[in-house]
């Protein structure tokens, strides 16, 4: 291990312990506010709402606060599924970004990236509908340099608007829940790709994203490089993450700057059975051009 990667290791969290959190939590996202962090992720909570948001003010203890949103109405767009939450703040508002589906349509062809808004980061928050109309998922806001906001996001099975299944496009946000209706596709390189999330550092930006089947061990983070937000994107051919002894199918992860301004990755990883999947943090190494971390750690 470089001294470099041992002197990011070794800051006041260093006692944090993979996984941070004792429960089956996919698809984790951390972000900070009130000088607190807040971890959401997907499925259902233990007070029967759904996205579960978890506290902590060092990244070690951890406390269940509430289920970020709830269950929708007869006929609702947010009947079934719930997944992968993001929380971006506006203005004092926090507006969480989830994919959800109405339960009717065949398997996954009804899923859709919707919004639900809070005036706190622990909620509750209020479902204000779908943000891409057609057949989404794994939303992700990116705020550019000059202040325009971006969604990125992946198409579903069943999208109508002609835009293929699996890849990666990238759409302007008019206002937090209205996109421009003009999908850009940035990645299609792979059968599919998922879970993407834009980071900017060093005037590059990096497109990551989840490749292989989440339930099982080739799952893993891919990451690519352009600059622009817009790419065109140039692959990297070695994973983030991947598949360790004791870490199976790293994936669908996010980043996040801690309150004394050190970068960290956060992401799930099955345990070696495969019984559930964990949330884990890491150290994000920020290179020229380039990104690395040490995980995924036990």
């Known amino acids: ?21 004792d429960a089956y939590l996919a698809d ?22 759904y996205l579960p948001i978890y506290r902590s003010s060092d990244l070690v203890k951890w406390e269940f606060i509430r289920g970020a949103v709830s269950f929708g109405k007869e ?14 703040q506006i203005d004092g508002k926090f507006y969480l ?28 928050y209020e479902d204000l509908g779908v943000v891409v109309s057609n057949a989404s998922l794994d939303g992700s806001p990116f705020r550019d340099i000059d202040g325009t906001l971006y969604l990125y996001y992946t198409v579903e099975y069943g999208n109508s608007d ?21 999908p850009k596709l940035i990645m299609g390189d792979y059968p599919w790709q998922e879970g993407p999330c834009v980071l900017y550092s060093n005037e590059s930006y990096y497109l990551t994203f989840s490749l292989g ?6 799952y893993e983070v891919h990451w690519s490089v352009s600059d622009s937000s817009f790419g065109p994107f140039l692959k990297e051919p070695n994973p983030l993450l991947s598949s360790t002894d004791s870490v199976k199918g790293p994936g669908h992860h ?21 019984t559930a999947r964990y949330p884990r943090i890491d150290p994000l190494i920020i290179g020229d051009k380039n990104i690395s971390t040490i995980g995924p750690t036990s």
Do not use: C
């Open 1 to 21: 291990m470089s001294k470099n990667i041992e002197k990011l290791i070794m800051t006041k969290h260093d006692q944090y312990q993979n996984p941070i959190i």
């Open 254 to 274: 996010n980043f996040f700057v801690d309150k004394s301004g050190k970068n960290w990755i956060v992401y799930h990883g099955w345990d070696n059975d495969f």
């Open 75 to 88: 006929g609702a767009w947010n009947r079934k599924n719930f997944w992968a939450p993001e929380v971006t």
């Open 28 to 49: 984790p996202y951390i972000f900070v506010a009130d000088d607190f962090y807040y971890l959401v992720a997907s499925g259902k909570a233990m007070d029967t709402r």
């Open 162 to 182: 002609g835009l293929v299944a699996g890849q990666i496009y990238v759409d302007q946000l008019i206002t937090p829940q209205e996109v421009a209706g003009k």
């Open 97 to 124: 970004y989830y994919t959800a589906s109405d339960g009717i349509a065949p398997k996954n062809t009804g899923n859709r990236v919707g919004l639900a808004v809070s005036d706190a980061p622990d909620g509750p």
């Open 213 to 218: 089947s989440w339930g099982k061990g080739d």
